[in-house]
């Protein structure tokens, strides 16, 4: 790969041993996928996780001396506090954990947003960017909403990408690979958010393959939420890390404009039927549950006030938890919605991850409810049995204490 004068510098060390380290990481990825040189980027997002291999990758990068170029969100970790107070005693094991690597990305130079869509804020790329971005929903939706250009990146990559404020030239970066080569016929009636999650979730079980799809027949724009549910099903299901739908995404106003004048090399149909196939293989039979979970990704003020309003003068029968931003709490309780959740026993828990082992386990083995294909994918390994369903449905069921048909 060719370098320049900098980078060759950077590689050899002459600005420590830890921007060595994450340019030899980056050089090393870019000679795998044949990319001709670096590129800059200007902005990052790390999927911090407070789990041992990532606790151990930052701090090994700041004994080095890395500190970074562009500073990175990050993910969410945990509410140490809140859980504390209102779930359980959070073990010293997970809290010492959750401690260093909060400290860490603090000393590295990241940007402790603790949020898993910075998309949608505080981290906002705009058309033709070349950035950083790791985190399942993240890199669809910047990708193929925003029309920003990010590769999937791993925690340990966007870190390294943070630090040398380079990335290798190849993937998604360049032209030729943001066409469509797959066509999705959606004949499906797709209207909800919840919709979305069960097409992304979908067009994996009809195609295994990570090339870019368009999706045709989608006849109404989507919500910022439907976007980011989508790419978050695609991503986690199949690794599609850019999708396009016709009319709607920015880089395919038409058909031919998304497959850049080529050919489908293979055209998928997507009916009512295949959304009720995934629909029963997917959301679970009826019945009692231990709670009710939401905010895989992180919830918008617009999911917190639907909540709301189905939960105003009611309470539930099982603990309702809501993940967002801190930034998304304040303003729902400037907006009302967070006493009224709260007043019907739920709770609205700040940066904060369904995926961080040490703060859920009371409800390991048990039975709960959710919106979200993702948030029961993270709990398979954890031997928890979640009911999917829409949203309104959920929070239904956690009034009831019970899944009905």
């Known amino acids: 790969m060719d370098l320049t004068r900098h980078e ?3 590689l050899d060390g002459k600005y420590g041993k830890g921007t060595a380290m994450a340019m030899k990481i980056q050089v090393a990825i870019g000679e795998t ?3 001709e040189r670096m590129v800059d980027i200007t902005r990052a997002h790390v999927a911090l996780s407070a789990q041992d ?5 930052v701090e090994k990068l700041l004994t080095q001396g890395a500190f970074c170029k562009v500073s990175p969100t990050v993910n969410p970790s945990i509410d140490l506090d809140y859980l504390n107070g209102h779930l359980c005693e959070i073990p010293k094991a997970g809290v010492d954990i959750v401690t260093a690597t909060n400290e860490a990305y603090k000393k590295i130079g990241a940007t402790l947003t603790f949020n898993c869509t910075p998309y949608l804020s505080q981290n906002v790329p705009v058309f033709g960017e070349i950035i950083a971005f790791s985190e399942s929903s993240a890199t669809p939706y910047v990708n193929s ?3 920003a250009r990010s590769n999937r990146e791993s925690s340990q990559s966007a870190l390294c990408a943070a630090v040398t404020g380079k990335v290798p030239l190849y993937g998604l970066l360049l032209d030729k690979n943001r066409k469509a080569e797959i066509q999705v016929k959606v004949e499906a009636d797709i209207q909800s958010d919840f919709d979305y999650q069960l097409l992304g979730w979908c067009y994996p079980e009809k195609y295994k393959g990570l090339e870019v799809p ?3 027949g989608i006849k109404k724009r989507p919500t910022p939420e439907s976007y980011m549910n989508f790419g978050a099903q695609l991503n986690t299901s199949g690794a599609i890390s850019m999708y396009h739908i016709q009319g709607f995404t920015p880089e395919a106003p038409t058909l031919e404009e998304a497959f850049g004048g080529n050919s489908a090399k293979k055209t998928i149909t997507i ?3 295949d959304i009720d196939k995934v629909r029963k293989k997917l959301c679970g039979e009826p019945g009692k549950i231990d ?3 939401f905010g895989c990704p992180h919830f918008t003020i617009s999911q917190v006030k ?3 309003e189905i939960l105003d003068g009611k309470k539930t029968a099982v603990p309702l938890w809501i993940l967002t931003s801190s930034s998304t709490k304040e303003l729902a309780g400037r907006m009302g919605f967070l006493d009224i959740i709260q007043r019907a026993g739920g709770h609205i828990i700040p940066n904060t991850c369904i995926d961080v082992p040490p703060c859920w386990y009371p409800y390991y083995g048990k039975a709960g409810v959710t919106d979200s294909p993702k948030c029961a994918y993270y709990y398979e390994i954890r031997k928890t049995n979640f009911i999917i369903r829409p949203l309104k449905e959920s929070v239904e069921a956690a009034i009831r204490g019970e899944v009905i048909e």
């Open 8 to 10: 060759k510098e950077m």
């Open 33 to 35: 996928f044949d990319a």
């Open 53 to 57: 291999a990532d606790l151990w990758f």
């Open 145 to 147: 909403v925003i029309g």
């Open 214 to 216: 368009v999706f045709s």
């Open 271 to 273: 009916t009512d039927e």
């Open 291 to 293: 709670f009710a979970m």
């Open 306 to 308: 639907a909540v709301a």
